[in-house]
């Protein structure tokens, strides 16, 4: 089934994975600083010359940090590109398995202890809640390392040679299961049903039908209500999980406690989603603002 989806990739579809697969290869062979510095140097590009991405990312912050002066925005908005050349640095090295997850986290070892404590303490499933901040995919591949592997939830890639023979493989390196959120409810349930752990990225846009308007960042934005109805229909654990970076190539993974709230969906994915924008709040040019996650 694969061989046939790739035989009736489009031209563009070939020459995309063809140039992945050539970056990933440049990763694993040039000096780290090389790659970082190739990197910042096209993001920033991409950030002149791409008006839209550009101009989306500002309005966002404008609307976000209202009392910010315009010049501090601007910088923000720049810092933010910046902050991206570094994630897709690190997930080319990862990609090219030249980058070490246990020694880019430094609190591994708090970490993992609270992990398994957390593993112990809630035995019946747990929803780990994060969101496209920072290198999320570092997050997944360090509780997978270290004996934590979940159902992956996220949406299906534009590019098919790409998603099945590049981004899937990378998702499941360490034990991690791969699931497209479209008609994913009944494998989310039995996943949480087994007592496994089920990844959501809490930030992803959804049209009405599959989520409920609450507030981020004082704006309406469509939520998925996957997270709280899996709560009150299975009494998980709904544990945020975030990786904010601290130095270059360095993290802090952050587990915070289970949110306990119950009952009405949108004031539960209400609380959800203000665990998110704390995070975001302190750590603001390390989230994905270039996306237009308002649009309802």
């Avoid at 501090?72 to 570094?86: M, N, P, Q, R």
């Avoid at 039995?190 to 809490?202: C, S, T």
Wanted: some cysteine.
């Amino acid at each position: 089934m694969e061989k046939v989806k790739e035989e009736r990739a489009t031209l563009g579809d070939k020459a995309a994975y063809l140039f992945l697969r050539s970056f990933i290869f440049v990763a694993g062979i040039v000096p780290r600083s090389w790659l970082y510095a190739c990197m910042k140097g096209l993001t920033l590009l991409f950030y002149r010359l791409g008006k839209r991405r550009r101009q989306i990312t500002i309005d966002n912050l404008q609307q976000a940090f209202p009392d910010m002066q315009e010049d501090d925005v601007a910088l923000l908005s720049k810092t933010v590109f910046v902050e991206l050349s570094k994630t897709i640095s690190e997930i080319l090295l990862m990609l090219a398995e030249k980058f070490d997850v246990d020694e880019a986290v430094v609190n591994a070892e708090s970490a993992a202890k609270a992990l398994k404590a957390l593993r112990e303490r809630y035995p019946n499933g747990q929803i780990v809640m994060t969101a496209h901040f920072s290198n999320w995919e570092l997050a997944a591949h360090f509780l997978s390392k270290h004996g934590h592997t979940m159902l992956a939830v996220g949406r299906e890639g534009d590019n098919r040679l790409i998603d099945r023979n590049i981004t899937i493989p990378f998702r499941e390196r360490y034990g991690n299961r791969s699931v497209y959120k479209k008609g994913a409810a009944i494998t989310i349930v039995k996943a949480l049903k087994r007592g496994e752990i089920v990844g959501v990225l809490i930030d992803q846009k959804v049209n009405s039908s599959e989520g409920v308007k609450v507030k981020f960042f004082g704006r309406d934005v469509y939520t998925t209500s996957l997270i709280a109805t899996m709560k009150n229909r299975l009494d998980v654990a709904v544990v945020p999980i975030f990786l904010p970076r601290i130095a270059e190539g360095k993290y802090e993974l952050r587990i915070g406690e289970p949110v306990e709230v119950r009952g009405d969906v949108a004031e539960m994915t209400q609380a959800y989603n203000d665990v998110m924008e704390e995070v975001i709040r302190q750590y603001p040019a390390q989230w994905f603002w270039m996306h237009n996650r308002w649009k309802v």
